[in-house]
């Protein structure tokens, strides 16, 4: 699946991995993100995307709405995920699954691991995603679950 970037229809993203790219540098782990290829980069800022959008409260912006700290805030969990190994690692015991309910469908990585952390979310995102209506809790609403019933 290729990144689409807000606030072009079917978005899975609020930053371009170029964008994300030039975000990162200013992070000291950002030679984590680049010994990667662009493809999982992007595949992480979806991802990020994903874990952002399933925040309880959480409410993006509606088309044509300026995004603000998102891009960066959304780079920032990616940078996170791939330094403490969270989604998308490469361990065989990990199965990308899909659940649908309705007209809604998830893509995650089963890894049989306990429900997300609060370090999930970096320090640094948290005031931008209460900004967004995130009320700050960490449970994952529909993520943890889904982790929880394999």
């Known amino acids: 699946m290729a990144i689409i970037v807000y606030p072009t229809t079917g978005f899975n993203s609020y930053v371009s991995q170029a964008d994300a790219d030039t975000i990162a540098q200013g992070y000291l782990t ?32 509606v088309a044509p709405n300026d995004v603000g700290c998102l891009p960066k805030a959304q780079t920032e969990v990616a ?7 969270l989604s998308l690692s490469t361990t065989a015991s ?3 699954k899909k659940e649908k309910a309705g007209p809604v469908e998830m893509e995650y990585f089963d890894s049989g691991q306990a429900p997300f952390s609060a370090s999930t979310i970096p320090q640094d995102a948290v005031a931008c995603l209460k900004t967004f209506g995130w009320k700050g809790f960490t449970d994952f609403t529909g993520l943890s679950t889904l982790r929880h019933h394999r």
């Not at 925040?55 to 912006?61: A, S, T, V």
């Not at 940078?79 to 190994?85: A, T």
């Open 30 to 61: 950002y030679g984590n993100w680049d010994a990667l290829d662009q493809a999982t980069q992007e595949r992480y800022l979806m991802q990020a995307f994903r874990t952002i959008s399933s925040l309880e409260g959480f409410e993006g912006p």
């Open 94 to 96: 990990q199965l990308v």
């Open 79 to 85: 940078l996170n995920d791939i330094f403490y190994g």
